[in-house]
């Protein structure tokens, strides 16, 4: 066993020999075991666009932790038995999804609760006060059920088309409709429609901004209530730029070229929308910061003693 630190408690993690030996075992046993679950999610994240940032999460829950790094390794060492129950418990709930179709999106789920399980067992349940963060944050790497993902693509894409076609009639001589998803139009003898697809539904920059989002909201101090705040913001947000995207899509479609709408000015379109979006959550981050002051108020009742702790001072 190596020495502690000065000022490190006595049963605080130490990566010493044995440490090292048994998380080399618990990692290769972990990759053996999960292998064909990370051989389909990388094959999710290479081949669907709607999962592509899938290979930057993992090393994102990395740099969290990285960023805790000194607190966790001051962080006692207690309670592994925990991650010991949740590790058997994950490996007993993913054999159980292997005998049947139906349950395919648990196998992922199983996997990242063995990684808690294995994090836990190796450094103790008090690491969960900084690990829990990262640890969420593997699940914006998992794809949503096909159901489920349909479910709610539907909806944002005719929510999408609505709007499109309602801003869209303001044009003169433009007469449009909305049937389903589709944009159904004529001008000046030209018939046609716009297929609003679920790439265009806006589920790739909602889930995209929320990763995005959740990352800025925790990596600065800020209170609680501005963090709610932010995340709540996160679909919305993408909810409008994708709205706007769609809008000017249909309209280089209908006036411009069908072939702007499609291919690389499509994708270029997406990005820039995506983008906006990002600047549009830094600039209400920008503004909860600016707007409310959190400072200490230093106050005595009459008896000298502190009146209070701190108050919230509006600007």
């Given amino acids: 066993m190596s020495t502690l630190p000065v000022n490190m408690p006595r049963d605080a993690i130490v990566f010493d020999r044995e440490s090292q030996i048994k998380t080399g075992v618990l990692a290769l046993l972990f990759v053996l075991v999960f ?133 869209l009639s303001l044009i003169p001589d433009l007469e449009i409709q909305r049937l389903g998803s589709t944009i159904q139009y004529m001008y000046q003898r030209n018939v046609g429609q716009v297929e609003v697809a679920d790439a265009c539904s806006g589920m790739r920059s909602t889930i995209t901004l929320l990763a995005i989002g959740v990352a800025v909201t925790f990596m600065t101090p800020r209170p609680t209530w501005q963090r709610v705040i932010m995340l709540l913001s996160c679909v919305p947000i993408a909810m409008f730029c994708n709205v706007i995207r769609v809008i000017i899509t249909s309209y280089l479609y209908i006036f411009v070229d069908p072939s702007y709408a499609e291919g690389t000015p499509h994708m270029v379109l997406g990005l820039v929308m995506m983008m906006i979006a990002f600047g549009m959550f830094q600039f209400l981050a920008w503004m909860l910061q600016h707007f409310v002051v959190e400072t200490e108020v230093d106050e005595t009742d009459d008896d000298g003693r502190p009146a209070a702790e701190g108050g919230v001072v509006a600007s």
């Avoid at 990285?66 to 590790?87: A, C, E, F, Q, S």
């Avoid at 196998?107 to 808690?116: E, K, T, Y």
């Avoid at 829990?132 to 096909?146: E, M, S, V």
Wanted: aromatic share 16%; glycine share 6%.
């Fill in 35 to 167: 292998y064909p679950i990370l051989l389909d999610l990388q094959y999710h994240w290479l081949h669907e666009l709607d999962w592509s940032h899938g290979p930057i999460i993992p090393l994102f829950s990395i740099y969290l932790l990285y960023l805790n790094w000194d607190k966790i390794r001051r962080t006692p060492v207690r309670h592994t038995w925990v991650g010991l129950v949740l590790l058997l418990g994950a490996l007993g709930a993913y054999q159980f999804t292997l005998f049947s179709l139906q349950f395919l999106f648990l196998r992922p789920v199983a996997m990242l609760v063995a990684v808690l399980g294995i994090a836990i067992y190796l450094c103790g349940l008090p690491v969960m006060r900084y690990g829990w963060l990262p640890w969420l944050y593997l699940f914006f790497a998992i794809p949503l059920p096909k159901r489920a993902y349909l479910a709610i693509t539907e909806p944002l894409r005719q929510i999408a088309a609505t709007v499109a076609t309602s801003v």
